[in-house]
């Protein structure tokens, strides 16, 4: 059985950026993924900002996974192993399914930019209610490297042998 099509179909994304710090003029990060979604052809339908608090990051997340227009959530921040990193423990109680090869593919193709470093990356995804999460670190340069080596073509129909696409609300 294929999941790939033989047409690009736009995915209806919204993008978190976790941090205590950042507002959006310093959002490098998010600016980032928006852009390399728009980019790809997709369809960004929600921004925010949130701090770094679990009940916070699960109230937004789940508020997305409810929502029928939404079917990826791309999350930068919050993924490190200080006290105030708690992008994680927020998700990890929403997902359905946890995709534990985001992470652990995230590291890897991480390793060979910032070697050992990576082992203190959380990055992490999961599927809830046929939407798709990946949260990753939230340095720019790590927003580029999952999505330019996984996300993307995770995102795109026409990606084989599958991608998301299939699994994700229509």
Known sequence: ???ASSEFIPAHIAILTVSDSRGEAEDTSGQY???AALEAGHQVVDLAISKDDIYQIRAQVSAWIADEKVQAVLI???TGFTARDNTPEALLPLFDRAVEGFGELFRMVSYEEIGTATIQSRALAGIANQTVIFA???????CRTAWERIIEEQLDARH???NFLPHLKK
């Open 136 to 142: 990753m670190p939230g340095s720019t340069r790590a």
């Open 1 to 3: 059985m294929s999941h």
């Open 76 to 78: 930068t921040g919050g």
């Open 33 to 35: 993924l928006q852009e």
């Open 160 to 162: 084989r042998p599958c």
